[in-house]
Protein backbone atom coordinates (compact mmCIF):
# COMPACT_ATOMS: atom_id res chain seq x y z
CA UNK A 1 0.00 0.00 0.00
CA UNK A 2 2.63 2.31 0.65
CA UNK A 3 4.30 1.82 -2.52
CA UNK A 4 1.53 2.47 -4.21
CA UNK A 5 0.99 5.86 -2.09
CA UNK A 6 4.59 6.64 -3.34
CA UNK A 7 4.35 6.51 -6.78
CA UNK A 8 0.92 8.66 -6.76
CA UNK A 9 2.47 11.32 -4.51
CA UNK A 10 5.61 11.25 -6.81
CA UNK A 11 3.57 11.96 -9.84
CA UNK A 12 1.30 15.05 -8.03
CA UNK A 13 2.85 17.51 -6.74
CA UNK A 14 3.64 15.77 -5.29
CA UNK A 15 6.54 20.02 -8.68
CA UNK A 16 9.68 25.23 -12.41
CA UNK A 17 11.23 28.31 -13.94
CA UNK A 18 12.15 30.93 -17.25
CA UNK A 19 14.83 29.59 -17.47
CA UNK A 20 18.39 29.53 -17.64
CA UNK A 21 20.89 26.87 -17.57
CA UNK A 22 22.55 26.48 -13.51
CA UNK A 23 21.25 27.46 -10.50
CA UNK A 24 20.13 31.26 -9.36
CA UNK A 25 22.44 33.03 -6.39
CA UNK A 26 21.22 31.15 -3.20
CA UNK A 27 21.64 34.53 -1.05
CA UNK A 28 19.05 36.29 -2.86
CA UNK A 29 15.50 35.88 -0.89
CA UNK A 30 13.01 34.12 -3.15
CA UNK A 31 10.19 36.02 -4.16
CA UNK A 32 7.75 32.62 -3.75
CA UNK A 33 4.92 32.25 -6.60
CA UNK A 34 1.33 32.10 -4.96
CA UNK A 35 -1.64 31.39 -7.01
CA UNK A 36 -3.39 29.04 -8.56
CA UNK A 37 -2.16 25.98 -11.47
CA UNK A 38 -4.36 23.99 -13.75
CA UNK A 39 -3.14 20.77 -14.48
CA UNK A 40 -4.76 18.28 -17.57
CA UNK A 41 -4.19 14.43 -15.71
CA UNK A 42 -4.23 10.72 -17.21
CA UNK A 43 -3.82 8.25 -15.02
CA UNK A 44 -3.81 4.47 -16.42
CA UNK A 45 -3.05 0.92 -14.52
CA UNK A 46 -3.30 -2.35 -15.66
CA UNK A 47 -6.09 -2.66 -12.85
CA UNK A 48 -7.98 -0.41 -15.09
CA UNK A 49 -8.16 2.46 -12.44
CA UNK A 50 -8.06 5.26 -15.46
CA UNK A 51 -8.55 8.84 -14.72
CA UNK A 52 -8.83 11.81 -17.66
CA UNK A 53 -9.40 14.74 -15.35
CA UNK A 54 -8.38 18.33 -15.10
CA UNK A 55 -6.89 19.31 -10.88
CA UNK A 56 -6.71 22.73 -9.69
CA UNK A 57 -3.88 23.83 -7.59
CA UNK A 58 -4.26 26.28 -4.90
CA UNK A 59 -0.71 27.03 -3.79
CA UNK A 60 0.96 29.88 -1.01
CA UNK A 61 3.27 29.90 1.30
CA UNK A 62 4.46 26.23 1.30
CA UNK A 63 0.79 24.42 1.42
CA UNK A 64 -0.98 23.80 -1.40
CA UNK A 65 -4.83 22.53 -1.69
CA UNK A 66 -5.40 20.62 -4.83
CA UNK A 67 -8.75 19.46 -6.36
CA UNK A 68 -10.27 17.57 -9.27
CA UNK A 69 -12.80 19.04 -10.95
CA UNK A 70 -14.99 15.86 -11.75
CA UNK A 71 -15.27 12.26 -9.53
CA UNK A 72 -15.12 8.97 -10.25
CA UNK A 73 -17.21 6.08 -9.03
CA UNK A 74 -13.38 4.10 -8.58
CA UNK A 75 -11.12 5.30 -6.69
CA UNK A 76 -9.79 8.51 -7.47
CA UNK A 77 -8.44 11.14 -4.84
CA UNK A 78 -10.63 14.76 -4.61
CA UNK A 79 -9.20 16.86 -2.28
CA UNK A 80 -5.33 16.75 -1.97
CA UNK A 81 -3.72 18.75 1.27
CA UNK A 82 0.02 19.15 1.63
CA UNK A 83 1.25 21.33 4.72
CA UNK A 84 4.75 21.67 4.99
CA UNK A 85 6.70 21.92 8.53
CA UNK A 86 9.00 19.99 10.69
CA UNK A 87 7.01 16.88 10.44
CA UNK A 88 5.09 17.20 6.88
CA UNK A 89 1.78 15.44 5.86
CA UNK A 90 -0.15 14.92 2.72
CA UNK A 91 -3.60 14.32 3.96
CA UNK A 92 -6.28 13.59 1.23
CA UNK A 93 -10.36 12.57 0.74
CA UNK A 94 -11.38 9.49 -1.63
CA UNK A 95 -14.44 9.90 -3.28
CA UNK A 96 -17.04 11.28 -1.49
CA UNK A 97 -15.74 10.28 2.19
CA UNK A 98 -15.07 13.15 4.70
CA UNK A 99 -12.45 11.37 5.99
CA UNK A 100 -9.02 13.00 6.13
CA UNK A 101 -6.36 10.06 5.05
CA UNK A 102 -3.03 10.89 6.26
CA UNK A 103 0.40 9.80 4.73
CA UNK A 104 3.71 11.09 6.52
CA UNK A 105 6.73 12.25 4.26
CA UNK A 106 9.45 12.38 6.61
CA UNK A 107 10.54 9.14 5.86
CA UNK A 108 11.87 7.75 3.26
CA UNK A 109 10.81 4.49 0.97
CA UNK A 110 12.73 2.77 -2.08
CA UNK A 111 16.03 2.95 -3.50
CA UNK A 112 17.36 6.26 -5.49
CA UNK A 113 19.14 4.14 -8.36
CA UNK A 114 19.27 7.36 -10.16
CA UNK A 115 18.98 11.25 -10.60
CA UNK A 116 20.10 13.27 -13.40
CA UNK A 117 18.85 16.98 -14.96
CA UNK A 118 19.35 17.49 -18.50
CA UNK A 119 17.92 20.37 -21.17
CA UNK A 120 14.53 19.30 -21.89
CA UNK A 121 13.38 19.59 -25.66
CA UNK A 122 9.91 21.20 -25.21
CA UNK A 123 9.17 24.45 -24.76
CA UNK A 124 6.02 25.04 -22.05
CA UNK A 125 4.41 28.72 -22.31
CA UNK A 126 7.53 29.44 -24.84
CA UNK A 127 9.86 29.00 -21.67
CA UNK A 128 12.98 27.12 -22.04
CA UNK A 129 12.95 23.87 -19.63
CA UNK A 130 14.36 21.55 -17.70
CA UNK A 131 13.98 17.39 -16.96
CA UNK A 132 14.84 16.10 -13.75
CA UNK A 133 14.81 12.62 -14.37
CA UNK A 134 15.28 9.76 -11.44
CA UNK A 135 14.67 6.16 -11.13
CA UNK A 136 13.43 4.57 -7.50
CA UNK A 137 13.65 1.02 -6.40
CA UNK A 138 11.17 -0.71 -4.65
CA UNK A 139 11.85 -4.06 -2.66
CA UNK A 140 8.75 -5.86 -1.03
CA UNK A 141 8.13 -9.36 0.00
CA UNK A 142 10.90 -10.32 -1.89
CA UNK A 143 10.01 -8.37 -4.92
CA UNK A 144 11.81 -5.31 -6.97
CA UNK A 145 9.90 -3.02 -8.58
CA UNK A 146 10.66 0.34 -10.03
CA UNK A 147 9.52 3.95 -10.76
CA UNK A 148 10.84 6.17 -13.60
CA UNK A 149 9.82 9.99 -12.71
CA UNK A 150 10.63 12.49 -15.02
CA UNK A 151 10.05 16.53 -13.72
CA UNK A 152 9.72 19.52 -16.24
CA UNK A 153 10.51 22.85 -15.02
CA UNK A 154 11.55 26.32 -16.01
CA UNK A 155 13.96 28.09 -13.49
CA UNK A 156 12.84 31.12 -11.94
CA UNK A 157 9.03 30.50 -13.00
CA UNK A 158 7.00 29.45 -10.53
CA UNK A 159 9.48 29.87 -7.95
CA UNK A 160 8.86 28.38 -4.24
CA UNK A 161 11.06 28.05 -1.44
CA UNK A 162 13.29 24.72 -1.01
CA UNK A 163 12.67 24.79 2.95
CA UNK A 164 9.20 24.51 2.82
CA UNK A 165 9.89 20.83 1.58
CA UNK A 166 13.00 19.90 3.08
CA UNK A 167 11.55 17.27 4.94
CA UNK A 168 9.74 15.65 2.15
CA UNK A 169 11.74 12.59 2.18
CA UNK A 170 9.33 10.50 0.79
CA UNK A 171 9.82 9.65 -2.96
CA UNK A 172 13.21 11.93 -2.68
CA UNK A 173 10.13 15.02 -3.51
CA UNK A 174 13.04 17.38 -1.15
CA UNK A 175 15.73 16.54 -3.51
CA UNK A 176 13.96 17.21 -6.67
CA UNK A 177 12.88 20.88 -5.38
CA UNK A 178 16.16 21.44 -3.74
CA UNK A 179 16.92 20.78 -7.71
CA UNK A 180 14.19 22.77 -9.40
CA UNK A 181 13.06 25.39 -6.74
CA UNK A 182 10.27 25.57 -8.20
CA UNK A 183 7.07 24.15 -9.14
CA UNK A 184 6.49 21.71 -11.52
CA UNK A 185 4.64 22.67 -15.06
CA UNK A 186 4.84 18.91 -16.55
CA UNK A 187 5.51 15.47 -14.32
CA UNK A 188 5.67 11.98 -15.39
CA UNK A 189 5.87 9.11 -13.76
CA UNK A 190 5.89 4.99 -14.86
CA UNK A 191 5.83 1.98 -12.16
CA UNK A 192 7.43 -1.09 -14.01
CA UNK A 193 7.35 -4.54 -12.18
CA UNK A 194 11.00 -6.41 -11.37
CA UNK A 195 11.59 -6.31 -14.97
CA UNK A 196 11.73 -2.78 -15.48
CA UNK A 197 9.86 -3.60 -18.79
CA UNK A 198 6.24 -4.42 -18.16
CA UNK A 199 4.35 -0.79 -17.12
CA UNK A 200 1.77 -1.79 -14.13
CA UNK A 201 0.79 2.30 -14.15
CA UNK A 202 1.41 6.11 -14.79
CA UNK A 203 0.79 8.69 -14.13
CA UNK A 204 1.46 12.34 -16.28
CA UNK A 205 0.51 15.87 -15.38
CA UNK A 206 0.60 18.96 -17.66
CA UNK A 207 0.14 22.11 -17.02
CA UNK A 208 -2.95 24.21 -18.58
CA UNK A 209 -2.93 27.61 -17.03
CA UNK A 210 -0.95 29.62 -14.22
CA UNK A 211 -3.06 32.72 -12.40
CA UNK A 212 -0.50 34.40 -9.69
CA UNK A 213 -2.55 35.82 -7.23
CA UNK A 214 -3.41 35.78 -3.60
CA UNK A 215 -5.10 32.87 -2.35
CA UNK A 216 -7.50 32.78 0.67
CA UNK A 217 -6.58 30.93 3.39
CA UNK A 218 -9.59 29.51 4.08
CA UNK A 219 -9.18 27.07 1.20
CA UNK A 220 -6.66 25.68 3.59
CA UNK A 221 -9.03 25.38 6.17
CA UNK A 222 -9.41 21.12 7.54
CA UNK A 223 -11.06 19.81 10.56
CA UNK A 224 -8.60 18.02 12.19
CA UNK A 225 -10.86 15.89 14.07
CA UNK A 226 -11.54 13.94 10.70
CA UNK A 227 -7.88 13.07 10.11
CA UNK A 228 -6.95 9.54 10.15
Known sequence: ?????????I???????????GRGSEHK??????????????????E??????????YYANGNYAAFHSERSSKFHIVKDYYFNGAYPLRLFVDNTSDTLRSLKLNSS???????????????IFSRNCEAIELTISFDENGSTSYTDNTIIFSRGYLKIKKEHFKNWNLGFFNKIIDESGAYYLKS??????????NILSSKTYEVISVKEQKVDQKIFAIDLLKIR
Open 48 to 57: GMNVDDTVTV
Open 109 to 123: FGKLESFKIKKAEEK
Open 188 to 197: KSVHFDSSHK
Open 1 to 9: MVKNFTFLF
Open 11 to 21: AILISQFGCKS
Open 29 to 46: EVKEFEGVITYHEMDKSI
